[in-house]
């Protein structure tokens, strides 16, 4: 069946909510609107449709609005519901989600009074094709015929379903039922590969659920993400000296951080480098773009992505206690063995195996465009432009990613991680939502205006 519309949004999450909110918020005239998506309705992404409540946010209430002059918009709903929350809290993504799921009723409301047509529609989307008059947009449910396409298809995640381990090889930790363990005598010894967010995630379901049982942690770092202070204080927060790192090659940048996040506030000084963040990306090599997102990420990610406090604090307990234990190792493979799962292993430059009852795979998100057969699809025929390292693509000062024979296309978050570097939190995504849905309206307004002058001519 084919469908079309002016304006298609591809991808429900965080991201795709926050540029429909914008243009139904701005919009002053009627069109219509596609949302697709290959998950449900309301599940926004992987990040915000985790049900367990030990799962946390790791940026505070006060700063996870969706709307890019209303910073505070999700601790002012938290705060109408709950008087105990405070601005500085990280509350459970379960209730971010009931957050987003409000904002997305009220906005659907609000397009209805518009007279703006809106449609869902669930589609895993193959592929963008430009024809005429329009954009033609594939779909494993039929084609979309749109003028503005809106690229927000976010994080694309290493661990994929796997059917050859079985089901003690776990991929999505998140709705792994982790109660279900308290009766089970067969599962003691549970091995967590990865150690980022999604893999204190786990831990956490693991160290809470009521199962009493050994945590290995095997990971090529074997650090886990740091921990924000217990209570944020902003003012800590000072404008960093230009000159100590603008122009510097990545050694130049690091040496600065080095002096200024020196002792206990030290995520202060991380934090403070924030605004600076893509000039800095900018002006760095190649080279050193490479050598950032390759050798350092994970040490940056750790640093710069911290988990609240309480959950740090809970993991390291349990290293204390024995419950937890980390392992520099990488993990090269997964074989089923009877009632568990043999992890191959490469620790310390030497080949081993070692077989848990329960294996939970967290190895984050993958930026490398290669992975989004999407985006490959649209690189390859050559009307939307990689960046030039191997993560992602490239957007104009108007996050356009093409604009031509059919129509345009813009894009957010994740997808240009590549040009951008700091594009993957609520507080860039709404900034960059609230572009992407003036410069919608505004091409809109303008097009609208051709066809009128055309028709009265
Ligand atoms: C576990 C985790 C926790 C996080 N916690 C926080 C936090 O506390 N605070 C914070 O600021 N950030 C956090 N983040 C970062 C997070 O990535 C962003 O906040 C935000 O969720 C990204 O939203 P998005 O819409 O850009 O991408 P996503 O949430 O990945 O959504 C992408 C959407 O696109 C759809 N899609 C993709 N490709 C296609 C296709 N080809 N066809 C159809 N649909 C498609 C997907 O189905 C999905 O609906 C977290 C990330 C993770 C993974």
């Known amino acids: 069946m084919s469908r079309t519309c002016d304006i298609a949004i591809i991808g429900g999450g965080f991201s795709g909510l926050a540029v429909l909110a914008n243009i139904v918020r701005t919009a002053a005239r009627p069109f219509s609107i596609i949302v697709v998506s290959r998950d449900a309705e309301t599940v926004f992404g992987p990040a915000y449709s985790t049900p367990r409540m030990e799962h946390l946010l790791n940026v505070r209430a006060e700063g996870m609005g969706l709307f890019d002059d209303d910073h505070r918009g999700f601790y002012t709903w938290a705060a109408a519901r709950n008087k105990n929350v405070k601005p500085h809290e990280y509350l459970p993504r379960r209730l971010f989600s009931e957050y987003l799921t409000e904002i997305r009723k009220d906005t659907l409301a609000a397009a209805k009074k518009k007279s703006i047509a809106f449609e869902f529609l669930r589609a895993e989307v193959e592929d963008i094709i430009p024809a005429e008059a329009t954009l033609r947009i594939e779909t494993d449910q039929g084609e979309i015929a749109a003028r503005d396409i809106v690229l927000a298809i976010g994080n694309t995640l290493k661990a994929k379903e796997d059917n050859s381990v079985g089901a003690r090889l776990v991929t999505d930790v998140w709705r792994y039922d982790y109660e279900s363990l308290k009766g089970q005598t067969d599962v003691k010894n549970v091995a967590v590969v990865g150690s980022g967010l999604t893999a204190l995630d786990s831990i956490i379901s693991l160290l809470t659920c009521g199962w009493k049982g050994k945590i290995t942690c095997l990971s090529g770092s074997a650090l886990l993400p740091q921990a924000h202070p217990p209570v944020y204080d902003s003012t800590q927060i000072k404008r960093p000296e230009r000159t100590d790192f603008i122009g510097k090659s990545l050694s130049g940048v690091l040496k600065s951080l080095r002096k200024t996040a020196r002792g206990p506030n030290w995520p202060y000084a991380i934090d403070s480098l924030r605004p600076l963040h893509q000039e800095l990306w900018t002006g760095f090599s190649k080279r ?8 350092y990420f994970n040490l940056w990610n750790i640093h710069r992505h911290r988990c609240a406090a309480e959950i740090r604090a809970q993991a390291d307990e349990a290293r204390a206690g024995g419950t937890l234990e980390m392992i520099k190792a990488r993990c090269t493979g997964f074989r089923p063995v009877e009632n568990g799962v043999e992890v191959a292993l490469l620790q310390g430059g030497q080949p081993k195996a070692q077989v848990f009852d329960l294996v939970f795979k967290c190895i984050g998100v993958n930026y490398a465009v290669a992975n989004n057969p999407l985006l490959m699809k649209l690189i390859d025929k050559g009307f939307i432009k ?3 390292t191997p993560y992602g693509i490239m957007a104009n000062e108007q996050l356009r990613v ?16 590549g040009q951008l570097f700091e594009t993957t939190a609520v507080p860039e995504l709404r900034h960059q939502a609230a572009k992407v849905a003036a410069d919608v ?3 809109f307004a303008g097009l609208s205006r051709s066809r009128e002058a055309g028709a009265g001519g």
């Open 288 to 295: 050193d773009r490479l050598r950032l997102s390759q050798k």
């Open 386 to 388: 990689a960046a030039d």
């Open 402 to 417: 093409y604009e031509g024979k059919g129509g345009t296309i813009h894009a957010l978050g994740t997808p240009l991680f």
């Open 441 to 443: 309206i505004a091409s």
